[in-house]
C-alpha cells in the first residue's frame, strides 16, 4: 500500500541530502542499464537523460552498461553529464585505456580520489561485439590501483575511494592484497547485490554495499583526518526510500512519463495468459518454460538457458507485451551446437560446480526431457537421460545456447567452441530468441509452468 523505491524518490532523497549536508558526494558503482522495458527500448538514452537529472557527482562501470556494446557504451558515455571511471579496461594492442581510470573531487579544499573497476564479466559480454571484443582485456585490479596511487603521490590527496563492480567476495579479497602505502580508505562495490547493514572491514579499509535497484541508498558520513589522510570516524546506514525518508521529483516524474507514454503504446498488447502466475527464482534446480519454448520452437534435442537471462522473478497472470520485455529483455541470436554425450555430461558436471548451485556464479535451465541426477557430495552425474533413455558416450545431441553463452563456451561450459565445432558445424537457429518467445508464446493460451523436474541433486 506504499511506494517503495523508484528513481522518482532517490532523486529527491539525493536532492534532500544536498541540501542539507555540506560536502556530500553521490557516487554509483556500475549498472545503471538494468535491462527496464524503457531503458531497453532506448538503448540506455533514456537512462541517461535521467541519470544526468539525478546528477550523480562519479559513476563507474558495471556489467549492464556493456548490455549495448562497447561502441554503444563510449557514445552514451559522450552523452553523460557526469564522469564515468573505469581503470582496469585497455585496448589489447596497445595498452590504451578505454575509459578515465579515475576523477579526483575537490571538496571544501579536500582532494578525494576515486578509482573505477570493473568484473571480469565484461569481457564475456563483450565478445558478442565481435570486432571490439576481441581488442580489449581486463587487468588485475590490485595492481591498476597501485599504479593510478602511486601516480598521484604528488599530489596531496587526502582520500581514496575504489567504485568497484566485482562483487562482493572479490571486493574483499582485492582489499587484502592492497598495499596499505597506497592509502585506499574505502571500497564501495556492486555486481553481487549484497545488502550490508554494517561494512566488512579487511585491511583496516571499510567495504560496503547497498544491494541493487532503488529501494534503498547506502549513506556514509565520514570525518576525515586531512593531517594524516585517513579515515577519523565513520557512520554507515541502509536509507529506505520510502515517503518517509524521499519526496518525489515530479520533475524528473515528467521526463520518465514521456518516455513511458510511448513504449506503453508499443507494448501495451496481450500476448497470452498462464494459468497463474508464474514465478522464476535463481538458482533454482527446476525447469522453466522458457527453454522449453526455445526447444520445442527450434527442434532442438536440449535447450540450455541461462536463468540471468530472466531479468524479473515473476510473469502473468495476463502477460503483455510489455511484461515479456522486461522479465527477458535480450534479443540476441540462438546457436545450435552438437555435443557428443560424453562432453554432454562433462558440461553439465561443470554447470553443476558447487559455486553454481550456490548462486555465485551463472546457474542454467534444463529443457523438458532432459533428466539429471547429481550426486553433490560425490561430485557425480548418478544418471543422464534424453527422453526417458540413457545417453549413450558417442550419442550427439543437438543443443540450443544464446550467442553470449555461445561466445563463452570456455567459460561458462568447460569446453570451447572448437571441440564443439569437432561433431558438426554450428548453426545461428535464431537472430532474435525474444522474438521466438514472442511469437509462440502469443500461439499458446492458459500456459502453465511446466510441471516436471529435471534436475535432481541429492547428497
Known sequence: DRLIGGVSMLSGYVGKVRREERNVVYSISGDMFRGSLIDSEYKGLSTVEIMNILAPDVVTLGNHEVDYGIA???FIERCAKFPIINANIYLKNNGTRLFKSHEILEIDGMKV????????????????????????????????????CNSYQSVDIDFTVLLTHIGFEADKELAANLDPRWGVDIIIGGHSHTMLSEP???????????????????????????????????????????????????????????????????????????????????????????SDVFKDALGLDIMLLGSGSIRNEQLGPIVQLQDLAEIFPYKNEIERIYLTGEQLRSVLMYILRDEALDGKTEFYQLSHGLRVVYSRSEKRLLNVELNGKEIEPAQLVSVGL??????????????????????????????????????????????????DRRLFVVR
Open 72 to 74: 554503444h557504451l563510449l
Open 113 to 148: 580520489l576515486f578509482i573505477g573497476l570493473l568484473t571480469e564479466q565484461v569481457l564475456s559480454q563483450t565478445k558478442q561485439d565481435k570486432l571490439i571484443g576481441s581488442f580489449l582485456d581486463v587487468y588485475e585490479a590490485a595492481a591498476e590501483v597501485g599504479k593510478i
Open 200 to 290: 566488512a572491514v579487511v585491511a583496516g579499509i571499510p567495504i560496503v554495499q547497498a544491494a541493487n535497484g532503488t529501494s534503498q541508498i547506502g549513506r556514509f558520513d565520514i570525518t576525515v583526518d586531512t593531517d594524516d589522510n585517513c579515515i577519523d570516524s565513520y557512520t554507515w546506514q541502509l536509507v529506505p526510500i520510502n515517503g518517509d525518508n524521499c519526496e518525489r521529483d515530479l520533475q524528473l516524474e515528467r521526463v520518465i512519463e514521456k518516455y513511458k507514454n510511448q513504449t506503453d503504446v508499443k507494448y501495451s498488447r496481450v500476448v497470452t495468459r498462464f494459468k497463474e502466475e508464474y514465478f522464476h527464482r535463481k538458482p533454482e534446480p527446476s525447469s522453466i518454460i522458457f
Open 402 to 451: 544464446q550467442e553470449y553463452d555461445m561466445m563463452n563456451m570456455d567459460k561458462f561450459f568447460g569446453i570451447t567452441r572448437a571441440e564443439a565445432e569437432k561433431n558438426g558445424k554450428t548453426k545461428t537457429v535464431a537472430t532474435s530468441c525474444f522474438d521466438v518467445l514472442e511469437e509462440n508464446l502469443s500461439d499458446m493460451e492458459l500456459v502453465s509452468d511446466p510441471s
